[in-house]
C-alpha cells in the first residue's frame, strides 16, 4: 500500500527495533568509514531528529542540527552527511552534489519509503527487546516480529553483560527472526579528550582517579560501566534525557556540584562535548569526553562478506 522509491544507489539502513539509544550512532560511524576505506562514495542520511542546536552560516534547513550531525562532523568529516526530513529527497541531493555511490541510512529501519539493499538493526544487549512490550508500555517501536525483515543483527555492549546472558538473548532473537547474521560487538574505549583544547589523554589516566560524570544520551548506564571499568571511583553522576541541549543555568548546577565533590576530572561522552565547546573556558576542573569506538568481537568476517556483497 506504500509507495516505495527507489534511488540509484546503494541504501544501507542502520535502525533500531526500541526507542533510546542502542548504540546506533557509532555503528553507522564504523560502517561509513568502512566502505569509504573501500574507495567507494559513501553519503550518510538523517532526519535530524531533535535538532535544536543553532549553527551560523549553515547550509542547514533552519541553521540547526542535533549533536549527532556534530559528532560525525567531528569524526568523519570526510563522509557528506545529509539531514533531511525526506530521505528521498535527501538522497538525491547526496547523489547529485556527492555522486554517492552508497546512502547510509540513519535510524532507517521504520522508514519504508526509501528502499533499501541491506536492513541493519542494533539492538542494546543491557535491554535488548525493551521488554517486549510496546512503547509506552515498554520500549519496542514495533512488534518483535519486526525484526525478520533485517539482514544482520548488531548486538552492542556484549562486554557490559554475562557471557550466560548474552547466550539468552542470541537464543531468543534467534526464536524470533530465525537465522539472521548477529553481530557481536563493544563499544572500545579509545582516548580522553580535553573539551578545552582538544588535548588527548591515555584512558589509563581514570584509574585510581575520583571523577564526577554527566551525559545526555540514550542509555546512560553503559557509560557509568564504561568509567567504572576503567577503574575511576565515579563520586557522582548526573544524566539528561537523550539529544538534551544544555542551558547555561544547568552547566552552572553540575559545575557547582562538582567543585563542591572535588573530583579529579567531570568525564562526559564525546556526544556531549561537540556541543559543549561555546563552554569550555568555564569549568574549574578538568573537563574530558570519552572518546569509544565499535568493535566487532565476533562475527568480523559475517559483516565484512555482508558488506563486502554489496561494495561490489
Known amino acids: 500500500m506504500l509507495k516505495t522509491v527507489r534511488l540509484p544507489a546503494c541504501v544501507i539502513s542502520v535502525g533500531n527495533i526500541t526507542v533510546g539509544g542502542t548504540g546506533k ?24 531528529y531533535a535538532s535544536r542546536i543553532q549553527q551560523k552560516n549553515s547550509s542547514l534547513t533552519g541553521n540547526v542540527c542535533n549533536d549527532e550531525y556534530l559528532l560525525f562532523r567531528e569524526n568523519i568529516p570526510e563522509i557528506p552527511h545529509i539531514v533531511n526530513k525526506n530521505r528521498v529527497k535527501g538522497g538525491r541531493e547526496a547523489i547529485e552534489r556527492f555522486r554517492a555511490e552508497y546512502l547510509l541510512l540513519d535510524d532507517g529501519f521504520q522508514h519504508l519509503k526509501l528502499a533499501r539493499d541491506v536492513n541493519i538493526i542494533t539492538i542494546d544487549a543491557l535491554n535488548p527487546l525493551g521488554y517486549e512490550r510496546i512503547f509506552p508500555e ?33 537464543d531468543r532473537l534467534r526464536k524470533i527472526a530465525g537465522h539472521i547474521p548477529i553481530i557481536e560487538t563493544v563499544h572500545k ?43 575511576a571511583e565515579l563520586i557522582g553522576f548526573y544524566t539528561f534525557p537523550d539529544h538534551h541541549v544544555y542551558t547555561s543555568s544547568e ?25 559543549l565547546q561555546e563552554y569550555s573556558t568555564r569549568w574549574n576542573i578538568p573537563l574530558l569526553s570519552l572518546k569509544i569506538e565499535i568493535r566487532i568481537v565476533n562475527g568480523l568476517a559475517i559483516f565484512e562478506n555482508k558488506i563486502d556483497a554489496v561494495l561490489n
Do not use: W
Not at 25 to 48: C, D, F, N, Q, W
Not at 255 to 273: C, F, G, S, V, Y
Open 189 to 231: 574505549p579509545v582516548c580522553l579528550e580535553s573539551v578545552k583544547d582538544n588535548a588527548t589523554l591515555d584512558i589509563g589516566f581514570l584509574n585510581g582517579k575520583r571523577v564526577f560524570g554527566f551525559c545526555a544520551i540514550g542509555n546512560p548506564e553503559s557509560f557509568r560501566k564504561s568509567i567504572e571499568t576503567l577503574g
Open 25 to 48: 550512532t557509532p555503528v553507522v560511524e564504523y560502517i561509513s568509514r568502512y566502505i569509504h576505506k573501500k574507495g567507494k562514495r559513501v553519503a550518510i542520511l538523517s532526519r535530524g
Open 251 to 275: 552547566l552552572e548546577k553540575v559545575n557547582a556540584e562538582a567543585r563542591r565533590m572535588l573530583p579529579d576530572a567531570i568525564i562526559i561522552t564525546q556526544k556531549d562535548k561537540v556541543k
Open 138 to 170: 515498554g520500549l519496542l517501536r514495533e512488534p518483535v516480529e519486526g525484526l525478520k525483515r533485517a539482514d544482520m543483527i548488531i548486538l552492542t555492549h556484549v562486554d557490559q553483560c554475562s557471557p550466560n546472558a548474552i547466550n539468552s538473548i542470541i
